[in-house]
């Protein structure tokens, strides 16, 4: 309740959602069309509501602008020549390992927070589960169609024991004719578009 929380949908067809600082909350259209049922879709967004009511996204932001100013800082006093060059990728591959480490640790807060956000919403938090077999399989199947998700989230089969030692309870709802409603519109539409490169 301490943010306001806002949903956007990008028309990508890559399969992801992603929180910013401040309450700003974007799932990709790939990420609709892949849950079979509105639960899981629910799970997905209360693993992203979990990265911001935990603070996450702030965390991150703030860690990467003191790594910044700290890298800035080395480099003024280095200069210019090699030296200042070996410390700006040594401090990035410090940095980025760190980072990467400590996301992964969210990632998995943000899980188990997100149960409970979906079991107090009233929604079957085993669709968060589902949603993750699922990428399991498209994995198995296509993998350009979840690498986008791949990249910023830990392995699904990993996640998904995690959560199932967490599972003390079924039940809450599962789907609703206004998903399904939103699921046919989607088809409707001209496929969406691929995120760019950078």
Do not use: C
């Amino acid at each position: 309740p301490r943010y306001p929380y806002s949903f956007t949908v990008a028309n990508y067809r890559e399969i992801n959602a992603f929180a910013l600082p401040g309450g700003p909350i974007w799932i990709h259209r790939g990420a609709i069309e892949a849950a079979q049922n509105e639960a899981q879709l629910a799970g997905v967004l209360a693993h992203e509501v979990a990265h911001l009511a935990n603070r996450h996204a702030a965390e991150q932001l703030s860690n990467m602008m003191i790594a910044n100013f700290g890298l800035s800082l080395l480099q003024a006093i280095l200069g210019s020549g090699k030296g200042a060059t070996t410390a700006q990728i040594a401090a990035q591959f410090i940095t980025t390992g760190t980072f990467l480490k400590f996301s992964r640790d969210h990632e998995r807060e943000a899980d188990r927070t997100g149960v409970d956000i979906m079991r107090r919403a009233g929604y079957d938090p085993r669709g968060m589960i589902e949603f993750l077999q699922g990428l399991r399989e498209r994995a198995r199947r296509d993998p350009s169609g979840v690498e986008v998700f791949l990249s910023t989230h830990p392995s699904p089969s990993n996640r998904i024991e995690l959560l199932e030692a967490q599972m003390t309870s079924r039940g809450g709802r599962r789907d609703s004719a206004r998903f399904r409603q939103i699921r046919q519109h989607l088809r409707r539409l001209p496929p969406a578009r691929s995120m760019p490169r950078r």
